[in-house]
Nanobody, 128 residues
Framework: QVQLVESGGGLVQPGGSLRLSCVVS????????IGWFRQAPGKEREGIAC????????TYSDSAKGRFTFSRNNAKSTVYLDVKNLRPEDTAAYFC?????????????????????WGQGTQVTVSS
């Protein structure tokens, strides 16, 4: 049973930074491709970044490059999403998701349909 639990969201002023965490349980972390997604009210879920279980390659969406950093700590079974220079349009619920397919994709996907397991999300609100 794979479980994902996000944390680290909150209210942040524009220009601030946050670190979101996602603890993954079930199997060793590097068994999974892990993705970070977000969903703003009234909008579709958007892929931000992901890590491949094949070789650990990290992929970012074009809109995430430069302000978002994906990292993972296999020993803690935790992945992180660091966000800097937050903007009001970053306000959304942020989710992590896991894909346990084998053999793994060479590159992870930023499409929500490629992920089977999801966390409950953590809310990020950027406002002054």
């Amino acid at each position: 049973q794979v479980q994902l639990v996000e944390s680290g969201g909150g209210l942040v002023q524009p220009g601030g930074s946050l670190r979101l965490s996602c603890v993954v349980s079930g199997s060793p972390l590097d068994y999974y491709a892990i993705g970070w997604f977000r969903q703003a009210p009234g909008k579709e879920r958007e892929g931000i970044a992901c890590v491949s279980s094949a070789d650990g390659t990290i992929t970012y969406s074009d809109s995430a490059k430069g302000r978002f950093t994906f990292s993972r700590n296999n020993a803690k079974s935790t992945v992180y999403l660091d966000v800097k220079n937050l903007r009001p349009e970053d306000t959304a619920a942020y989710f992590c998701a896991a894909d346990a397919r084998y053999p793994p994709r060479a590159l992870c996907a930023l499409s929500e349909g490629e992920y089977t397991y999801w966390g409950q999300g953590t809310q990020v609100t950027v406002s002054s």
